[in-house]
T-cell receptor, first 116, second 115 residues
Framework: EAGVTQFPSHSVIEKGQTVTLRCDPISGHDNLYWYRRVMGKEIKFLLHFVKESKQDESGMPNNRFLAERTGGTYSTLKVQPAELEDSGVYFC??????????????FGPGTRLTVL | LAKTTQPISMDSYEGQEVNITCSHNNIATNDYITWYQQFPSQGPRFIIQGYKTKVTNEVASLFIPADRKSSTLSLPRVSLSDTAVYYCLVGDRGILTGGGNKLTFGTGTQLKVEL
């Protein structure tokens, strides 16, 4: 079974540009999460989808970040316009969902974003 | 969400048993204890999860005392490849709210295994 995949693995952009990160969860997983680690800090939650609906977006830093999950499959996280402080590693995770006895989250390898 | 406290770093040698203890004095009734492992340039990887007493899988054991205010991750006979950061997380599993819940990561414990 394929794990969580993320694309691209690395992205280097200039301040003010737009970047879109993509996450493909494990097939059949209803829950999809975005986290990020900025330099020297802990991994922080950004938001949580249940299928195509945003269950919790309390961790989104500001309105420059837009996450979508059309059709309840893959998700995109767009940063527009990017700022220097957005540099970091963005992780995506997925878990099965309601009705299961476990909500084990499986993480992707992350996308390293560098804003110059 | 219950705050967790764990050592910043630990050193060990190959073949030894490593025990990493995590304190979570404010753990709530519905909270579970979950441990993740993270290697450089990779995402966190689930190791083990428990609610009380002892849980064991092919990778590790998790010991949780009756008061649940702490937990200990035990790694038997570590090898060089176990060098990683280990995170202790506490939270409810969101089973009643649609399944799933955000994870709150702390600084983790950097385990270094040497020959």
């Amino acid at each position: 079974e394929a794990g969580v995949t993320q694309f691209p693995s690395h992205s280097v952009i200039e301040k003010g540009q737009t970047v879109t990160l993509r996450c493909d969860p494990i097939s059949g997983h209803d829950n999809l999460y975005w986290y990020r680690r900025v330099m020297g800090k802990e991994i922080k939650f950004l938001l949580h989808f249940v299928k195509e609906s945003k269950q919790d977006e309390s961790g989104m830093p500001n309105n420059r970040f837009l996450a979508e999950r059309t059709g309840g499959t893959y998700s995109t996280l767009k940063v527009q316009p990017a700022e220097l402080e957005d540099s970091g590693v963005y992780f995506c995770a997925s878990s099965q969902g309601y009705g299961t006895y476990t909500d084990t989250q499986y993480f992707g390898p992350g996308t390293r974003l560098t804003v110059l | 969400l219950a705050k967790t406290t764990q050592p910043i770093s630990m050193d060990s040698y190959e073949g030894q048993e490593v025990n990493i203890t995590c304190s979570h004095n404010n753990i709530a009734t519905n909270d579970y204890i979950t441990w993740y492992q993270q290697f450089p340039s990779q995402g966190p990887r689930f190791i083990i999860q428990g609610y009380k007493t002892k849980v064991t899988n092919e990778v590790a054991s998790l010991f949780i005392p009756a008061d649940r205010k702490s937990s200990t991750l035990s790694l038997p006979r570590v090898s060089l490849s176990d060098t990683a950061v280990y995170y202790c997380l506490v939270g409810d599993r969101g089973i009643l709210t649609g399944g799933g819940n955000k994870l709150t990561f702390g600084t983790g414990t950097q385990l270094k295994v040497e020959l």
